[in-house]
C-alpha cells in the first residue's frame, strides 16, 4: 500500500527545507538483510525513516537529497540469477521511474557517487542513531579531505538529521491515516475472531493463530510487533510473548496484538473472560480501568499537554483502587508517592505510526507538548496484580487487564481508528455469548 511518488517527493523536499541549512546533504539508508539462523534470512523490512521517504523496500539502498530535494539513491543491480533466487529486484531504472529519483546508480558505484555528491558539501546529515552510516560518511569525508589539494573540499562535519525528520513524522498525512486505518480494521476483526474463537483448554498459541490468520488474510502480513497473548496471571507480564500456556476455566486472556499494512502499525489490547463471563473481581477491576479509559478519552483534544490524558487515568485508577483497598491512604499523596505503580507501571499511550512506538518527541522545552491534528497516539490504561503480592486480597491476585485503542488526534476531537470492538463488559459477554450459541447451533 505504497503512496504515490509524488508524495514521498513532498517529503524530501520538505525535510530539505525543514532541515533550514543552505549546504547540506542528507544521507540515509535501508538497512541489510538480517539471519535468522545459518542461511536463512528473516523477511527484509526497509527502516522506517528511509521508507517514509522513498516508498522503497529493498535492502542495501542509499539515499542521498541535495538542499534542492534533488535524490540520489544507490541501489542493488538488476540480476537475473539473484532474482531468481530471492526475488524482483527494481534496479536503477525503477528506483528512477518508480519512485521519482533523479538519478540512480547500482551498488558498486555507490562510493563514486557519494563522493561526487559529497564533495562541497557543508555537512552531512545523518540519523545520528545509525552507527554504521556515520562511520561510512565519515570514511568518505577523510577521502575527499585527502584530495584537497585537488580541489576537493570536504563536508567539515555531521548533523543529526533525527529530530527534524522525526517530527514530520509525527504529524500523519491524509493518505497515511488511510492506511491506519485499514490496519486498524484489520486488527480489530482479528480481536473479534479470538474473543469468539477461545475455549478453556486450549492453548494459548492457538488463539494467537487465529489473529495471524485475520491479519494475513487482510494483507496484513506481518504483526506490528511480537503478539501477547496472555491467560491468567501471565498478562501481569507486560512483554509475555512465550503464547504456550494452556488457558483455564476461569482465566482473563489479555491480548495485545496488531496488524501492520504497509509498514503501518496498529496496536490494539483487550482483556477478556476465557469462559465468556467475568468474575465479580475481575469485573470490578476491568470497570476501573474501561473508566480510566474513558476519562483519559476526554482530554486527548487539541491544545492540551499530552500528560494529561495520562494524569486524568493514574487519578482514576488510583482513587479506584484505594475504593477496592488495594491501597490505603490520600489519593493525592498515594499519586505524588507513584504508590500507584505497584499496579500501574507504564504510561497510558505512546506515538503510533510506522513504528509501533513512533517516534517524535513528548516535550519540547522541558514541557509536555501539546496535541496536534494528525497525531496518532494510543491509549491504554491498565492494572496488573502480581499473583505474589501478600499485601493485597487473594482475590485480586494474578489479575492482568489493559484496553488500548488507536486515537487519531483531530480538530473536531479524539477519533478511534479501532473502534468497533468491544470494551464495555456488556458488549465483550453478549459478543461471546453470541458465539457460544453459535456453537450449540
Avoid at 528473516?42 to 522513498?54: G, I, N, P
Avoid at 493463530?209 to 504483526?223: D, H, S
Avoid at 501471565?234 to 500456556?245: G, M, P, Q, R, S
Amino acid at each position: 500500500m505504497n503512496l504515490s511518488k509524488e508524495i514521498y517527493r513532498e517529503r524530501r523536499q520538505r525535510l530539505m527545507n525543514n532541515l533550514g541549512m543552505d549546504n547540506t546533504i542528507a544521507v540515509l539508508r535501508s538497512g541489510e538483510m538480517a539471519t535468522r539462523n545459518n542461511d536463512c534470512e528473516y523477511e527484509f523490512r526497509a527502516h522506517s525513516s528511509f521508507f517514509y521517504l522513498t516508498g522503497f523496500q529493498e535492502p542495501s539502498a542509499l539515499l542521498f537529497i541535495l538542499p534542492s530535494g534533488e535524490s540520489h539513491m544507490a541501489v542493488l543491480p538488476k540480476d537475473p540469477e539473484r532474482e531468481q533466487w530471492d526475488g524482483f529486484r527494481h534496479g536503477i531504472t525503477g528506483a528512477m521511474q518508480t519512485f521519482g529519483m533523479e538519478q540512480a546508480v547500482e551498488l558498486d558505484e555507490l562510493d563514486e557517487l557519494a563522493l561526487e555528491l559529497l564533495d562541497g558539501a557543508d555537512q552531512v546529515a545523518v540519523l545520528m542513531d545509525d552507527e554504521y552510516l556515520r562511520d561510512q560518511v565519515l570514511h568518505w569525508r577523510d577521502q575527499l579531505a585527502a584530495k584537497a589539494r585537488q580541489g576537493a573540499i570536504a563536508p567539515t562535519g555531521l548533523v543529526d538529521l533525527s529530530d527534524t525528520l522525526h517530527e514530520m513524522r509525527l504529524i500523519k498525512d491524509i493518505g497515511e491515516i488511510e492506511i491506519m486505518e485499514r490496519a486498524a480494521h484489520i486488527s480489530v476483526q482479528a480481536h473479534i475472531a479470538a474473543m469468539q474463537a477461545v475455549q478453556p483448554g486450549m492453548m494459548e498459541y492457538e488463539l494467537e493463530a487465529e489473529l495471524n490468520y485475520i491479519f494475513m488474510k487482510n494483507g496484513a502480513r506481518v504483526p506490528a510487533y511480537n503478539n501477547i497473548v496472555a491467560s491468567g496471571s501471565n498478562a501481569c507480564v507486560l512483554h509475555y510473548i512465550k503464547n504456550d500456556e494452556k488457558i483455564e476455566d476461569g482465566d482473563l486472556i489479555l491480548i495485545d496484538a496488531g496488524g501492520e499494512l504497509g509498514c503501518y502499525a496498529s496496536d490494539i489490547t483487550r482483556t477478556f473472560p476465557a469462559n465468556g463471563k467475568f468474575s465479580e473481581p475481575q469485573a470490578q477491576l476491568y470497570q476501573l480501568v474501561l473508566d480510566a479509559y474513558h476519562e483519559a478519552l476526554t482530554h486527548m483534544q487539541v491544545g492540551k499537554p499530552y500528560e494529561d490524558f495520562h494524569n486524568a487515568a493514574v487519578e482514576v485508577l488510583t482513587k479506584g483502587l484505594v475504593e477496592l483497598g488495594l491501597l490505603q491512604g490520600s489519593v493525592a499523596e498515594l499519586i505524588e508517592n507513584k504508590a500507584y505503580r505497584k499496579f500501574y507501571m507504564h504510561n497510558t499511550g505512546h506515538w503510533l505510526g510506522l513504528d509501533v512506538h513512533d517516534c517524535g518527541r513528548y516535550k519540547i522545552n522541558g514541557a509536555s507538548r501539546p496535541f496536534e491534528a494528525g497525531m496518532v497516539v494510543t491509549l491504554e490504561p491498565g492494572l496488573y496484580v502480581n499473583p505474589d503480592n501478600e499485601n493485597v486480597d487473594a482475590k485480586w491476585r494474578g489479575i492482568g487487564i489493559r484496553i488500548e485503542d488507536d486515537i487519531l488526534i483531530r480538530e473536531d476531537g479524539p477519533y478511534v481508528l479501532t473502534q468497533g470492538l468491544a470494551k464495555e463488559i456488556h458488549e465483550i459477554e453478549a459478543l461471546m455469548a453470541s458465539k457460544a450459541l453459535m456453537a450449540s447451533h
